[in-house]
């Protein structure tokens, strides 16, 4: 198979869909790899790197795509990349597609296979792809948003773990997931009060023991939240659904009656946001202010650590990739339930259920149009 790693060109994305380790592997395996010159630079790894390893380095975007039978990426295609679209492309990135009606016309339209990360479970029914950006998102998310609560970026003035004498940020967190967990993990590292909101009792019984009473927990519910992002210095948004829109939580009601300077971290604005308020931003220019408050909703955090996150992300997705090649999109889709779960699009259908009722859509099973 002929596979495609073009670079990332949306703002300021500096990851890479697979490393020279992945490219050996695969030219190993009797595969043939086209890699877009400088893909790799910014995660560390140079065309030196992926030549010696076998790729065939490209300075053509376009040929990338055309030639490719199986094009991997880290993010959603932008608009200058729908032209690159194709019956019979296996597009295998994070798609993202709930809140992109415009991605999925143009990938609907040119009949690609569209294998969202995302959406792809194991055995145990997890988010195996998902997670380790989560990791990454959950744990930035707290380090951002105590940089945001310094008076220069807007914020409080406040240092989110306090001084002896002086009480420390009062942190925020909607959702008891992976981004969740791992935003309390640093939160509490930094010293500051925590509170995690969830609708999941047996999550917050779990949590509970874990951190042995050092973090705060609370049933969701639209009182105790509009009691806890009112209280809050930082709160930061991690709710998932996977593969739909991800629900408005926190209302424009809530984010009025924050305090002044406070900061408001939205992980789920890749699906959409969980707070009203919240839209897109890139790390260009990343935050705005609403009703006196900082948010900050930039849809690809992770890229701000490329080289942290693309060694984690690839760590993940490379077997499936492997399995792609090797077998095919079709064959590997139909071997691997869990794969199958990740497609989102295929023959001009979608496939995913939560894509679908978030735009309106027909669906169509994904086993209905493999087996």
Not at 266 to 282: F, H, L, M, W
Request: net charge negative; hydrophobic share 40%.
């Amino acid at each position: 198979m002929i596979i495609g790693v073009p670079k990332e060109i949306k703002d300021n994305e500096a990851r890479v869909g697979v490393t020279p380790a992945g490219v050996r592997a695969l030219t190993e395996a009797g595969h043939k790899v086209l890699v877009e010159t400088h893909a790799g630079e910014l995660s560390g790894f140079t065309d030196d790197d992926y030549q010696n390893a076998g790729a065939e380095i490209v300075g053509d975007r376009g040929y990338v795509w055309g030639k490719s039978e199986t094009v991997v990426k880290v993010k959603e295609p932008i608009e200058p990349e729908y032209a690159y679209f194709r019956e019979g492309l296996v597009l295998f990135t994070y798609l993202h597609l709930a809140p992109i009606p415009d991605l999925t016309n143009k990938l609907l339209e040119a009949k690609v296979t569209g294998i969202a990360y995302e959406t792809v479970r194991d055995r145990q029914g997890t988010l195996p792809l998902l997670t380790p950006m989560s990791e990454v998102a959950g744990r930035m998310s707290v380090q951002v948003g105590a940089a945001y609560l310094e008076k220069e970026h807007g914020g409080r003035g406040i240092l989110l773990g306090g001084v002896p004498g002086v009480p420390p940020a009062h942190v925020t967190i909607i959702g008891g997931g992976i981004v969740g967990t791992n935003a309390a993990k640093i939160a509490l590292g930094f010293g500051a009060k925590v509170t995690l909101v969830d609708l999941n009792l047996n999550r917050l019984r779990e949590l509970d023991d874990l951190y042995q009473g050092r973090l705060y927990t609370l049933a969701s519910n639209s009182y105790n939240l509009a009691n806890a992002t009112r209280e809050a210095d930082l709160v930061i948004g991690a709710v998932l659904i996977p593969g739909a829109t991800a629900p408005k939580l926190v209302t424009r009601t809530m984010v009025s009656q924050m305090k002044k300077g406070s900061v408001i971290v939205d992980v789920a604005i890749d699906q959409g946001g969980c707070v009203e308020t919240a839209k897109p931003t890139s790390h260009s220019n990343p935050s705005y202010v609403v009703d006196g408050v900082v948010h900050y909703c930039v849809t690809n955090m992770p890229g701000a650590v490329p080289h942290t996150s693309t060694l984690a992300l690839t760590n993940s997705t490379f077997p499936y990739l492997m399995r792609i090649a090797n077998l095919g999109a079709r064959e590997a889709l139909k071997k691997d339930p869990g794969l199958a779960e990740g497609l989102n699009t295929y023959q001009g259908k979608v496939t995913y259920r939560g894509v679908a009722e978030s735009q309106q859509r027909e669906w169509t099973p994904a086993a209905d149009l493999i087996s």
